[in-house]
């Protein structure tokens, strides 16, 4: 593949990425629970698995392991996250959601849904029958970058 081939589909992911993110970001309710972007997107990390390290926090969410240090700990004192241990290895930290964190994650899911929902109402049945097609087309090739 040529260079401009190359540059152009580059710049194609950038915008879809943005678009989504916009819209996704959007659809989300945390400002009023006064978390960050970088803290939600923690809670939602968490959500996905029982426990992390910091290291797979920081993955998760693409900062650095200070940063993600930095991002846990006023969730922790919020009640939203706990710290826990290793019974193999005391020296490693794990964190994950509290009930209350679980609970609140499962509702901005609701919330963001009914969102989202309400946005798809404005496409036709064609539109939305593409999007699907599109969407499933571009997790397979995304896949293979």
Request: proline share 1%.
């Given at each position: 593949?040529?260079?401009?081939?190359?540059?152009?589909?580059?710049?194609?992911?950038?915008?879809?990425?943005?678009?989504?993110?916009?819209?996704?970001?959007?659809?989300?309710?945390?400002?009023?629970f006064r978390l960050t972007r970088h803290q939600f997107y923690t809670l939602l990390a968490l959500s996905g698995e029982k426990r992390l390290t910091m290291g797979q926090v920081a993955e998760s969410i693409a900062v650095s392991r200070e940063q993600a240090t930095r991002i846990v700990a006023p969730l922790v004192e919020e009640g939203y996250v706990k710290r826990c241990y290793d019974e193999s290895n005391r020296k490693l930290v794990l964190v994950a959601l509290t009930e209350y964190g679980q609970e609140f994650i499962?509702?901005?899911?609701?919330?963001?849904?009914?969102?989202?929902?309400?946005?798809?109402?404005?496409?036709?049945?064609?539109?939305?029958?593409?999007?699907?097609?599109?969407?499933?087309?571009?997790?397979?090739?995304?896949?293979?970058?």
């Amino acid at each position: 593949m040529d260079s401009v081939s190359n540059e152009v589909n580059i710049t194609a992911l950038f915008e879809a990425f943005f678009t989504c993110q916009k819209i996704l970001l959007n659809s989300l309710d945390y400002k009023n629970f006064r978390l960050t972007r970088h803290q939600f997107y923690t809670l939602l990390a968490l959500s996905g698995e029982k426990r992390l390290t910091m290291g797979q926090v920081a993955e998760s969410i693409a900062v650095s392991r200070e940063q993600a240090t930095r991002i846990v700990a006023p969730l922790v004192e919020e009640g939203y996250v706990k710290r826990c241990y290793d019974e193999s290895n005391r020296k490693l930290v794990l964190v994950a959601l509290t009930e209350y964190g679980q609970e609140f994650i499962r509702k901005e899911k609701v919330y963001v849904r009914e969102q989202l929902a309400a946005r798809f109402e404005h496409l036709s049945q064609q539109e939305m029958e593409r999007f699907l097609k599109c969407v499933s087309e571009m997790k397979e090739i995304l896949k293979k970058l």
